[in-house]
Nanobody
Framework: QVQVVESGGGLVQAGGSLRLSCTAS????????MGWFRQAPGKEREGVSC????????YYATSVKGRFTISRDNAKKTLYLQMNSLKPEDTAMYYC??????????????????????WGQGTQVTVSS
């Protein structure tokens, strides 16, 4: 049984940092493209950042480029999202997702996660002004 579990969310002031983690079990982690997605109330889900199987190719949404860093540790079956210089508009529920996919990470992330098969329950990130 596949399980995807996020952690690391919380309340932080604008300009602060958080590090999200996502562990995946029940699957061959390095066979899967991984991604972080977020959804704010009243808004559509958006792809924040995605990473290829090896970690060598990454994609970032324009709104987070230069502030967020995605990484993965295939030995630990863990995905990370380091979020710096947080802004109130980053407030959302953040989800980790896994997909045994072969398209580019930019394409997959741009589709808002529609192609990803396994999802976590989400972790809330709230940035106060």
């Amino acid at each position: 049984q596949v399980q995807v579990v996020e952690s690391g969310g919380g309340l932080v002031q604008a300009g602060g940092s958080l590090r999200l983690s996502c562990t995946a079990s029940g699957l061959t982690f390095d066979d899967y493209v991984m991604g972080w997605f977020r959804q704010a109330p009243g808004k559509e889900r958006e792809g924040v950042s995605c990473v290829s199987r090896s970690g060598g190719v990454t994609y970032y949404a324009t709104s987070v480029k230069g502030r967020f860093t995605i990484s993965r540790d295939n030995a630990k079956k863990t995905l990370y999202l380091q979020m710096n210089s947080l802004k109130p508009e980053d407030t959302a529920m953040y989800y980790c997702a896994a997909g045994r996919l072969y398209q580019s990470v930019s394409y997959l992330c741009g589709r808002g996660g529609a192609d990803f098969g396994y999802w976590g329950q989400g972790t809330q990130v709230t940035v106060s002004s």
